[in-house]
């Protein structure tokens, strides 16, 4: 007679079957999240790639900068450098006669994060730009754009390579984020305890192979959850008497007086929420202090209306898709009649 087995060995049967079970609906999940990525949940993973390959550290006054001549192959777009380390491609030096040089400055707005090269909303202006040109005229619109550049970034960037480059205008592309000050959040980030080689183990381990449950944890606990929206109004907060603003609106001058210095013109493109009478200005100290100095601003937000429709990624990604970044042409257009250049 077959004897039954014993209460602790149905037991263990049944945890290895729960957790066998577990382990097969892990993978299935994974494979789902990562496959249909519905929510976008790969920004998360391609942001940490971009952080970890693309950027490194250089002296003030630039934090980082892209590596040169290299390439970053996301889930659903590439980014490469040029010599210069900027997204496009290689740029002449000096440039050659007849050549219009525009060189945008900005954070991932400019950069162009998550959409291909040719879509930019910069890249559309180029072909636009020659379109129209005179004959014997060539134009070239120069990606300055870096993601987590705030204004003393770009300031520094400016400062590095506007000579090199030989711009007929200078065009910033102002951000919210331009107020949240970059060198900050690096020196918290210096602050926080290294982990130990065991948690860097154990990390690797469920994050490798698990990045897309991963992502979708980010999603929920930072964008789902509205925590990323409260995070980011502390850090603008008081724009007026943060240290971020105190920086920005200090090399907003500067950039002013390094362009009139060389006869270059310099305008703003303010991507800034504007606010509607009920909700204020994101920025309310920044067109005050652009009239004061007589800097030429033009609007370059979204509406409330047009952030409505289908212009950005995902829902964990809020970066302007390839529709977005043709209403951004749009908006462009007016600046870039004022500064002479025939448009459509």
């Given at each position: ?315 964990a990604d809020p970066h302007a898709n390839a529709a977005g970044h043709r209403l951004l ?16």
């Amino acid at each position: 007679m077959t004897q039954k087995p014993s209460r602790a060995a149905r037991w263990a049967r049944r945890c290895v079957a729960t957790l066998l079970g577990l382990a097969i609906a892990l993978v299935f999940g994974e494979a789902a999240i990562r496959g249909f990525d519905l929510l976008g949940v790969s920004h998360y993973r391609d942001m940490l790639r971009y952080n970890n390959e693309l950027f490194e550290l250089c002296g003030p006054p630039r934090l980082f900068r892209h590596r040169a001549n290299a390439v970053l192959q996301c889930r659903d777009f590439t980014i490469r450098t040029n010599d210069l380390g900027l997204r496009g491609p290689s740029i002449e030096v000096p440039k050659k006669t007849g050549e219009r040089r525009l060189l945008f400055l900005g954070d991932s707005v400019t950069l162009g994060w998550g959409a291909e090269e040719q879509d930019l909303f910069l890249t559309l202006a180029e072909k636009e730009l020659q379109q129209y040109a005179e004959p014997g005229s060539t134009f070239r619109c120069v990606n300055a754009g870096h993601n987590l550049h705030d204004t003393a970034q770009e300031l520094g960037v400016l400062q590095e390579l506007g000579d090199k480059i030989q711009p007929d205008a200078v065009l910033l592309t102002y951000a919210v984020n331009d107020v949240v000050s970059t060198l900050a959040l690096y020196e918290e980030a210096m602050k926080a305890p290294v982990q130990s080689p065991l948690m860097q183990w154990i990390g690797w381990v469920l994050l490798v192979p698990f990045r897309g449950w991963g992502g979708l944890y980010n999603y929920f606990q930072q964008v789902h959850s509205g925590a990323e929206e409260v995070t980011f109004k502390e850090a603008v907060g008081a724009a007026l008497n943060s240290r971020g603003w105190v920086e920005s609106r200090e090399s907003l001058v500067a950039m002013h007086a390094w362009c009139r210095q060389r006869g270059i013109p310099f305008l703003v493109l303010d991507h800034t929420p504007q606010g509607d009478g009920i909700v204020p200005a994101a920025i309310p100290g920044l067109r005050p202090l652009l009239q004061e100095h007589g800097i030429p601003h033009f609007p370059f937000h979204f509406t409330p209306e047009e952030n409505r429709a289908p212009i950005r990624h995902s829902a964990a990604d809020p970066h302007a898709n390839a529709a977005g970044h043709r209403l951004l042409l749009v908006k462009l257009r007016p600046a870039l009649r004022s500064l002479g250049f025939r448009t459509r």
